[in-house]
């Protein structure tokens, strides 16, 4: 299946500080990229989606000032955690998908990156 | 509210087994419907894809089955082994272009 890299995989900042998360598509052109965020023995909770050159769509009560996210190009996706408290740390997982045939591909995911914030 | 429920929450069984994994959706006009495997503190690993069109799809030891009319799709898994340990999740997309949402899980444990 298709590649998707998620760096860093972990990661432990100040509280205050901000972190950036990066997703790329290795082997494919994603035309949508989604950020997911789960808590301990939880489902995976969508954050946003984004598509390549416009703004994201935030789900509802996730604060746009807060994740920042950027998708400058059709294999990259950035997400930045502004001023992380201790209640942001969280396992985050990016997704992306394309399109063929006009039909949406199989959703494949990164390998997620765990946020601790002290 | 468009939810997908996924039982039993765990499972355990001894290796060899036969087992079932169960999902239902509770607005059957999905667009497609995927199943997951995540191991702890790890990204998803697909397993197997449903477009609304098909009835399953099969791969390996596994076998999705889906049910549109009546909101369920079923994974099987023959003949379990302990590699097979994990969270199984299954995820809907109800329109082209939009985000899948993920049942809970159901947590498999294969015991040798």
């Known amino acids: 299946g298709a590649v998707v890299s998620q760096h860093p995989s972990w990661v432990i900042c100040k509280s205050g500080t901000s972190v950036k998360i990066e997703c790329r598509s290795l082997d494919f052109q994603a035309t949508t990229m989604f950020w997911y965020r789960q808590f301990p023995k939880q489902s995976l909770m969508l954050m946003a989606t984004s598509n390549e050159g416009s703004k994201a769509t935030y789900e509802q009560g996730v604060e746009k000032d807060k994740f920042l996210i950027n998708h400058a190009s059709l294999t990259l996706s950035t997400l930045t955690v502004t001023s992380a408290h201790p209640e942001d740390s969280s396992f985050y997982i990016c997704?992306?998908?394309?399109?063929?045939?006009?039909?949406?591909?199989?959703?494949?995911f990164g390998q997620g990156t765990r946020l601790t914030v002290v | 509210k468009q939810e997908v429920t996924q039982i039993p929450a765990a499972l355990s069984v001894p290796e060899g087994e036969n087992l079932v994994l169960n999902c239902s959706f509770t607005?059957?006009?999905?667009?497609?419907l995927q199943w997951f495997r995540q191991d702890p503190g790890k990204g998803l690993t697909s397993l197997l894809l449903?477009?609304?069109?098909?009835r399953e799809q099969t791969s390996g030891r596994l076998n999705a089955s889906l049910d549109k009319s009546s909101g369920r799709s079923t994974l099987y898994i023959a003949a379990s082994q302990p590699g097979d340990s994990a969270t199984y999740l299954c995820a809907v997309v109800y329109q082209a272009g939009t985000a899948l949402i993920f049942g809970k899980g159901t947590t498999l444990s294969v015991s040798s």
């Open positions: 449903i477009q609304s069109s098909q």
């Open positions: 607005d059957s006009a999905i667009y497609n």
């Open positions: 997704s992306a998908r394309s399109r063929g045939g006009g039909v949406d591909t199989e959703a494949f």
